[in-house]
Structure formats: structure tokens, C-alpha cells
């Protein structure tokens, strides 16, 4: 089972702002890196690092970090930002690893 | 554009191996600062790391699935491959090859190959 833990559904009405979180020891050493999957694709990174997007991630995608929890911030989501969301970091022995995945629906 | 393609079969029989090898365009695995790494979805689950290795030839698997996992690359064709033995009806899964960069991030992947085991 995965160190790093996700709330498996989250919703936010259009426009509005949605925090998901990701918890676990190892992010109190480690930065998480967030991915974005919609179905039949494969994961998009949008946050790695401190708080850094990749070239064509929207400015609305932020990451922070406080204690054991990292989050993921949608500002003013979108329709297209429905979709799989998953945090990844170094478990308790510094191995890689995921978190279970939030669905984010947009209402 | 860094691009991924993963390639190899999409039915496995039980208890053989299963071998998988991704292609990697517009950028040379040699160059190094980069991880190559294998990481797999079950159906409608989540994520699982399966292993990474460096141009070097330098390793690291899952330790659930050390035992079983190999993965090489091959400069030469700038190529990595994954050969997963014994597997079950649990190892079927999309597999993702991705590139890892030197913040742990995956800024890299495939589009994903389905591989089913069945007999």
C-alpha cells in the first residue's frame, strides 16, 4: 500500500478553487511532483519542486508544502482540469512512489 | 520534444516473462542527468513505480518487485527495456515508460501499453 495518502474524490464548482493534498512522513524531506491523468491518457506532470509548472501548464496549477502534507491548488478550475490527480514522492527507505489518486470533478 | 514509445507484446502468458522497450526520441539517453524509468497502472488503479536505470547501466527496482524485474538499456539505439519473469494475471497493467529528471519529477512518458496475462 502506498506511504502517501490521497482523499480517493474531491469536487469544485467551475471557477472555484480546490485544494487536493497529499500526506505522508517522507514529504517532510521530500518535495512531491503532481500529475494530471484523464482517461485513456497517460499522466501529465503540472507541479514539481518547491512550486514549479512545466512549460504549458496554466499559471491556475500551484503546489506548497507544510509539515507532512503537500498540496496541489487549482485557482478558478476549468472543465478540462476533471481528471485523475496524483502526487509522487520518496517513501520512509527513499524509494519513488505514488499516491493513490484523487478524481476531481468539476460541477 | 523529448519523445517515449513503448513496444513489445500485449498478451503474456502465465508464469513467462514479460519484456517491454521504449524508444526514446529527441534527446540522447547517454547525455545523462536523467533516470529512465518503467512504472505501471493496474486497471482503474493507481500508479506503481516499477524501477529506474541511468545511462550508466546503474539500477534501482522496487523492492516489491525486485525479485522478479530486470531493466537494461542499450545507448546504442537509444533504447531501455523491461523484463518483468513469472508473471500472474496480477501484472497486467499499462505500462509507462517515463524520464525522470534530477528533481524527481517525470517530465517524460510514454502513451502506455496495455500487456495482459493470459493464457
Known amino acids: 500500500s502506498s506511504e502517501l495518502t490521497q482523499d480517493p474524490a474531491v469536487s469544485v464548482a467551475l471557477g472555484q478553487t480546490v485544494r487536493i493534498t497529499c500526506q505522508g512522513d517522507?514529504?517532510?524531506?521530500?518535495?512531491a511532483s503532481w500529475y494530471q491523468q484523464k482517461p485513456g491518457q497517460a499522466p501529465v506532470l503540472v507541479i514539481y519542486?518547491?512550486?514549479n509548472r512545466p512549460s504549458g501548464i496554466p499559471d491556475r496549477f500551484s503546489g506548497s508544502s507544510s509539515g507532512n502534507t503537500a498540496s496541489l491548488t487549482i485557482t478558478g478550475a476549468q472543465a478540462e482540469d476533471e481528471a485523475d490527480y496524483y502526487c509522487?514522492?520518496?517513501?520512509?527507505?527513499?524509494?519513488?512512489?505514488f499516491g493513490g489518486g484523487t478524481k476531481l470533478t468539476v460541477l | 520534444q523529448v519523445q517515449l514509445q513503448e513496444s513489445g507484446p500485449g498478451l503474456v502468458k502465465p508464469s513467462q516473462t514479460l519484456s517491454l522497450t521504449c524508444t526514446v526520441s529527441?534527446?540522447?539517453?547517454?547525455?545523462?542527468?536523467?533516470?529512465w524509468s518503467w512504472i505501471r497502472q493496474h486497471p482503474g488503479k493507481g500508479l506503481e513505480w516499477i524501477g529506474y536505470?541511468?545511462?550508466?547501466?546503474?539500477?534501482y527496482y522496487n523492492p516489491s518487485l525486485k525479485s522478479r524485474v530486470t531493466i537494461s538499456v542499450d545507448t546504442s539505439k537509444n533504447q531501455f527495456s523491461l523484463k518483468l519473469s513469472s508473471v500472474t494475471a496480477a501484472d497486467t497493467a499499462v505500462y509507462y515508460c517515463?524520464?525522470?529528471?534530477?528533481?524527481?519529477?517525470?517530465?517524460?512518458w510514454g502513451q502506455g501499453t496495455l500487456v495482459t496475462v493470459s493464457s
Open positions: 517522507s514529504l517532510r524531506s521530500y518535495y
Open positions: 519542486g518547491k512550486n
Open positions: 529527441g534527446g540522447s539517453i547517454s547525455s545523462g542527468g536523467y533516470y
Open positions: 536505470i541511468y545511462y550508466s547501466g546503474s539500477t
Open positions: 517515463a524520464r525522470e529528471d534530477y528533481e524527481d519529477a517525470y517530465d517524460y
Open positions: 509522487n514522492s520518496r517513501d520512509s527507505s527513499g524509494n519513488p512512489g
